[in-house]
C-alpha cells in the first residue's frame, strides 16, 4: 500500500481504522537524518598506478578471464584520476555526506591474478601507499592489508608486517586465485596468520573461476547482478562446511553486500548439512554467526537489513558504501531511515566497525 502522508493526514485519522494506521506507518516512514552520528564505512575501495597498469595489461593479453572485461578499455591515468584514488575527491565525499572514516581495500580483483612476484610486490606497495594516506588524514580512514595468496609464506610476511609495523586493521582478500579456495590447505598458513594477529580477513567479490566462464558469461552475469554473491557466497560456505572454523575457531571473516544471501538459507544447509560428507563440530549457522560478520555494502533494502539483524544479531552487521562504486549519499539515507532503535543504529554504523578492525576513535 503506497500512501501521500499529506492526503493521507488531510482525510483525518478517523476515517481509517488503528490497523490501517499502523500500515501506513510502515508504509512511508518518516526520512531520519542523523545529526551528529557517526559513520564508518567498512568496504571502500582505490587503485593504485602499479595495480591499474598491471590489470590493463592483463586485460590486453589473450586471457578471457570474467574479471578483467572491466579494466580492458581503462587507462592508468584515468583509473588513479577518477574516485578509486586514495586520496582526490574522497574526503570532500565523505565530509558532504557525514561519513566520519572509511576502511579503505584495494580494488577487486586485488593482486590475485598476478604472478607470485609480481602480486607480492603489488600489495606490499599498495600497503604503503595506505599508510601514507592513513597517517595523512588522522581519524578519517582505516585500512585492509593486501596481500598474494600465490606465495602463502611471501603473503603471512606481509599480513605481520601489516599489522605491526604498518597498523593496518585486517586483510583483504578477493575469493577464489586461481580458481582456488582457502579451505584447501596450502592456505591455511594465511588463515593461521590472520587468527594469531587477531584480524578479520574481507571476502570481497570477483567474478566466478575460468573454469565457469560458461556458466557465468552470459547477460552480465559475471558482475554484481549475480555472479559476486554467487562466487563469495561459494567460498564461505567451502570454509564452514570444510571445517575451517574447527580449525580456527577464532578467525572471522567478512563478507559484504548484505551476506551474499546465506542468511536467509542457513535454516536448509543447517538441516540438510549431512555429517559424514562434512564432520563438524557445530551447526554450519553457528559458524556463520560466530565467526563471520557481514555488511551492507551495496545494498539499500531494508528489509534484508532487518532480517539480518534479527538473525545474526545487531552486533554482527556492519554499515559500508562499497564507494565509488556506490552512491554514498543514498547509502546514508538507507542507514539513516533503517528502522532500528538509535543502539541499534549505532552498533551498525560504527561500533561494530570499531569492535572488530579495532579502530581507535580518535
Ligand atoms: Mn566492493
Known amino acids: 500500500m503506497k500512501v501521500d502522508r499529506r492526503k493521507f493526514i488531510a482525510a483525518g485519522s478517523a476515517a481509517l481504522s488503528g490497523a490501517a494506521l499502523a500500515q501506513a506507518a510502515r508504509a512511508a516512514p518518516a ?6 552520528q557517526r559513520r564508518i564505512a567498512t568496504e571502500e575501495a582505490f587503485t593504485t598506478p602499479e595495480q591499474a597498469a598491471a590489470l590493463i595489461a592483463l586485460a590486453g593479453s589473450n586471457w578471457r578471464s570474467l574479471d578483467l572485461g572491466l579494466w580492458a578499455d581503462r587507462t592508468v591515468e584515468g583509473a588513479v584520476g577518477g ?3 586514495l586520496e582526490g575527491e574522497r574526503v570532500r565525499i565523505m565530509d558532504e555526506n557525514g561519513v566520519a572514516m572509511q576502511v579503505l581495500s584495494l580494488t577487486s580483483p586485488g593482486v590475485q591474478m598476478f604472478n607470485a612476484d609480481l602480486g607480492t610486490e603489488i600489495a606490499i606497495n599498495a600497503n604503503d601507499r595506505l599508510f601514507e594516506t592513513i ?5 578519517r580512514f582505516a585500512g585492509l592489508a593486501a596481500f598474494a595468496p600465490q606465495d602463502p609464506a611471501r603473503a603471512t610476511k606481509e599480513m605481520e608486517r601489516a599489522i605491526s609495523k604498518l597498523g593496518l586493521n585486517g586483510f583483504i582478500s578477493n575469493s577464489h586465485t586461481n580458481g582456488e579456495y582457502m579451505d584447501d590447505p596450502k592456505y591455511w598458513p594465511i ?6 594477529l587477531d584480524r578479520p580477513i574481507y571476502i570481497h567479490p570477483r567474478s566466478p573461476s575460468d573454469a565457469m566462464i560458461d556458466a557465468y558469461g552470459h547477460y552480465g552475469m559475471e558482475l554484481a ?13 567451502r570454509l564452514i562446511l570444510g571445517g575451517i572454523f574447527d580449525r580456527f575457531p577464532n578467525l572471522k571473516i ?5 551476506g551474499k544471501n546465506i ?9 540438510k548439512h549431512r555429517s559424514e560428507r562434512s564432520p563438524l563440530k557445530r551447526k554450519p549457522s553457528e559458524y556463520f554467526v560466530d565467526n563471520f560478520v557481514i555488511t551492507t555494502s551495496g545494498v539499500r533494502d531494508h528489509m534484508p537489513l532487518d532480517y539480518s539483524v534479527k538473525k545474526l544479531g545487531a552486533d554482527n552487521v556492519l554499515w559500508a558504501v562499497d564507494f565509488p562504486y556506490e552512491d554514498t549519499r543514498l547509502a546514508v539515507e538507507a542507514m539513516d531511515s533503517a528502522p532500528f532503535s538509535q543502539e ?16 581507535k576513535n580518535l
Not at 588463515?191 to 594469531?196: D, H, I, Q, T, V
Not at 567478512?254 to 548484505?258: L, R, T
Not at 542468511?263 to 538441516?271: A, C, G, I, K, Q
Open 31 to 36: 526520512p531520519r537524518r542523523l545529526r551528529d
Open 83 to 85: 574516485h578509486l584514488a
Open 135 to 139: 597517517q595523512r588524514y588522522p581519524g
Open 191 to 196: 588463515l593461521e596468520a590472520a587468527e594469531a
Open 225 to 237: 547482478v549475480w555472479g559476486y554473491q554467487a562466487e563469495v557466497g561459494l567460498h564461505a560456505m
Open 254 to 258: 567478512v563478507i559484504g553486500h548484505m
Open 263 to 271: 542468511p536467509f538459507h542457513l535454516w536448509r544447509t543447517d538441516n
Open 344 to 359: 541499534v543504529i549505532n552498533k551498525i554504523y560504527y561500533e561494530n566497525a570499531e569492535r572488530i578492525f579495532k579502530i
